[in-house]
């Protein structure tokens, strides 16, 4: 057993959150590669780089456990095909001026695991929890009476990855083998992609001699290395205070799309904003006012 040390859970936990709060910076700078394209070399370095963390980084018997539990591999084709729907809505919202609905959308995130869990886990809601529910429905809905449809990068952010974090507790498989596996699931699809696409930007070999290409090479480790310290943060820290810090990450998102990128933050939206960030404010106390009683 490690033993718990609160202060690494923090850093390594900060880490994470910040990383992902900047990823804006790492997409906007491979911005001339198609989303799709980015997703695809997404998958196939995260599962080269993870493979390599796999072999360095034992996890005894995770292959027998998934060996005899076929089951598992049916769960991480959904997960990864859900995790795969959320990387490619994200890279085309940073790259197409979209970054404060991709910011909106994992704000929205934990409220959606709140909503999932009362749906399908049979889990009941407090007053505070419906509260904080009933405010980030508010501020969704207002979105969509003055702009006229439904913020769907958002929508589709907060719910793939609420999806995503349900069907992998259906799938008790550690996060480095659970991505391995989710990625080279994907890789023949990425591989049959890169085959169906030969004019692609990065099947041209004068790609490979730019700068671009490394970055798009980085995708492996970029993509695997926040979740590993995620993981290691959670076996220091309580998971409420993982979800405190959870909203790191969309904040820097938020600051980066109208302090360094220029997009707008119109009144409509901040409006909207502010509702979801009264809720996330209620839903946070509720945790903390159980976490005190529980202790």
């Not at 080279?184 to 671009?212: C, D, H, Y």
């Not at 590993?228 to 980066?256: D, E, M, S």
Request: aromatic share 12%; hydrophobic share 55%; proline share 5%.
């Amino acid at each position: 057993m490690h033993a718990v040390n609160p202060r690494r859970g923090y850093i390594l936990g900060l880490t994470a959150y910040i990383t992902w709060g900047l990823f804006p910076l790492y997409f906007k700078a491979i911005a001339t590669v198609p989303s799709v394209e980015i997703i695809v070399h997404r998958v196939l370095w995260s599962a080269v780089c993870g493979s390599l963390l796999l072999v360095l980084w034992k996890h005894p018997g995770w292959w027998r456990e998934l060996r005899d539990n076929p089951r598992r591999f049916a769960v991480l084709t959904l997960s990864g095909s859900l995790i795969a729907v959320n990387w490619l809505t994200y890279v085309w919202a940073v790259n197409n001026g979209r970054m404060v609905e991709a910011s909106l959308g994992y704000y929205i995130n934990p409220l959606v695991n709140v909503l999932l869990g009362m749906l399908l886990l049979g889990e009941r809601l407090r007053p505070l929890q419906w509260l904080a529910v009933g405010l980030a429905a508010v501020g969704v809905a207002q979105q969509v009476w003055h702009v006229g449809s439904l913020p769907w990068v958002s929508l589709v952010l907060a719910v793939s990855f609420a999806f995503y974090g349900l069907i992998r507790k259906q799938a008790p498989v550690a996060a480095l083998p659970g991505l391995v596996v989710e990625t080279w699931l994907l890789v023949p699809l990425a591989i049959g992609w890169m085959l169906l696409n030969p004019s692609a930007v990065s099947a041209q070999s004068s790609f490979w001699t730019t700068s671009e290409a490394w970055w798009l090479a980085a995708a492996g480790p970029i993509t695997v290395m926040p979740l590993i310290c995620f993981n290691a943060a959670a076996r220091h820290l309580p998971y409420t205070t993982l979800g405190f810090l959870q909203y790191v990450a969309p904040t820097l998102v938020l600051a980066l799309a109208v302090l360094v990128f220029g997009e707008q933050l119109s009144s409509t939206t901040l409006l909207a904003f502010a509702f979801i960030w009264t809720g996330l404010a209620v839903y946070s106390v509720d945790i903390w006012l159980r976490s005190r009683r529980n202790s």
